[in-house]
């Protein structure tokens, strides 16, 4: 084993090394994404401002355990911890924290926790490790020594990437951009000439705001171009003559496009006709309805933010493109995640439970109320035979105990809530 970390090349040292602190190491490595969710699980109680959404979250997540990984290998190898390079998911959030206005000071806080989760991890399994105390004694400070020359480094090349980024997002029209933004979301801004100087995008215009995210960090840390790539088709299937787009983190953006032209109903069914074709593999869009000029320019983006939430919650039963006006109802009644379960259970009860046999019951019911009780028509959306339906919607009634045709207004508000219950559980638990 060649030793560069000076502090390991003593004949004993290199046994300690050898004996403890490799394996130790190695399951580090192999337990990586666990000790990564848990470290992230800690700085979000510390620091929930810093994780506004599930993409934040995600890109932490891999954040994290690509620098486990990172010091696991380098443990192993006994190398020089002064002498690494951030990870690329790493720096791809050094970078989007300055354009979410994360302050440095917060982002360097995170870096501490991290190291405090890690250095209770390895003492735990030093201590256990190593019977001899004089052993003990040798691996306790030298991974005291290289974790610290770690963390170090790695902030000092994080402080660095934030500090390049952002000077350039300074000295552009990034920042008036942002802030321009925020006040005309937040309602601040009431003058649509001077939104439109501020944010270089005329909004005396027809709108439709999206947000596109990914689920998880790409390969090459970088989400922004297939990001990118789903704005300009959606630009192009709207006849779009502008577009805006701003980040929300490394993983999301969000975006307006616009035309002089009133954007209509049919223009979005017609790209929610083709949204396989629209949205580009492992997308998600959110799209809120067109509005106008800058009330409708705000609206918009509310709307397909709630949609993301809404298409958040909903998870695999979704699909890639998820419209404001088919969630509507859910974003509305989801609102207060607590009273929406509870509302949820007592309208369904074991009709809400969580399994593919019984979810699809309750599905074929809500069609089949949305249909006016029409089992033709509900068997045409549904691609199956009108007995099929008239059997599944006798299943729902013996588990809801009870006739459809009571209290039917709470039981099809229950069913176009029902998809989210399974996102409305986990964050319940997550919270917990």
Same mark, same amino acid.
């Given at each position: $084993?060649?030793?560069?970390? =000076? ?21 580090? /490595? ?77 982002? $360097? ?208 039963? !979704? ?26 259970? /007592? ?15 309750? $599905? ?9 009780? +029409? ?10 035979? =009108?007995?099929?339906? +008239? ?31 399974? !996102? ?9």
């Amino acid at each position: $084993m060649q030793v560069e970390w =000076p502090p390991a090349r003593e004949p004993a040292a290199q046994r300690v090394w050898r004996e403890v602190l490799r394996p130790i190491a190695a399951e580090m /490595r192999a337990s990586a994404d666990d000790l990564a969710a848990r470290a992230v699980a800690r700085m979000r109680s510390e620091l929930p401002e810093l994780f506004p959404d599930a993409q934040t979250v995600e890109e932490n997540l891999v954040s994290t355990e690509a620098s486990l990984r990172q010091l696991a290998q380098i443990i192993e190898l006994a190398g020089d911890p002064c002498r690494l390079d951030l990870p690329p998911p790493t720096l791809a959030i050094a970078r989007s924290a300055v354009q979410r206005q994360v302050a440095l000071a917060d982002l $360097m806080r995170f870096y501490r926790l991290a190291q405090e989760q890690v250095w209770q991890w390895m003492f735990a399994r030093i201590t256990a490790a190593a019977r001899d105390a004089g052993d003990q004694a040798t691996a306790l400070e030298l991974a005291t020594g290289f974790l610290f020359a770690y963390a170090d480094g790695a902030m000092l090349r994080a402080e660095k990437a934030y500090e390049v980024e952002r000077e350039v997002w300074l000295r552009g029209a990034a920042a008036a951009r942002a802030v321009a933004i925020e006040e005309i979301l937040s309602g601040r801004e009431r003058d649509g000439r001077r939104a439109s100087s501020r944010l270089r995008y005329e909004v005396n215009r027809h709108h439709v705001g999206a947000i596109a995210w990914v689920e998880h960090a790409p390969e090459s840390g970088d989400a922004q171009p297939v990001l990118d790539d789903a704005f300009t088709t959606l630009a192009h299937l709207l006849g779009a003559e502008s577009t805006l787009v701003h980040p929300l983190s490394s993983l999301a953006v969000a975006g307006w496009v616009s035309r002089h032209q009133v954007l209509t109903v049919a223009d979005l069914d017609a790209v929610t006709g083709v949204r396989t074709q629209a949205v580009p593999p492992g997308v998600r869009v959110a799209l809120g309805e067109p509005g106008r000029g800058l009330e409708g320019f705000r609206r918009t983006h509310i709307e397909a933010d709630h949609a993301r939430r809404v298409a958040s919650l909903i998870g695999p039963h !979704g699909g890639a493109l998820t419209r404001y006006r088919d969630v509507a109802v859910t974003a509305l009644a989801t609102a207060d995640r607590d009273h929406a379960l509870s509302f949820i259970t /007592r309208v369904l009860g074991p009709l809400a439970a969580d399994d593919e046999t019984t979810y699809r019951l309750a $599905m074929t019911l809500s069609v089949y109320l949305e249909e006016n009780r +029409s089992r033709t028509r509900a068997a045409e959306r549904l691609t199956v035979h =009108p007995n099929t339906v +008239s059997y599944r919607v006798r299943q729902a009634e013996e588990i809801l105990g009870r006739s459809v045709d009571i209290d039917t207004l709470e039981l099809r508000v229950a069913l176009v809530m029902l998809p989210a219950v399974s !996102g409305l559980r986990r964050s319940q638990v997550n919270e917990l």
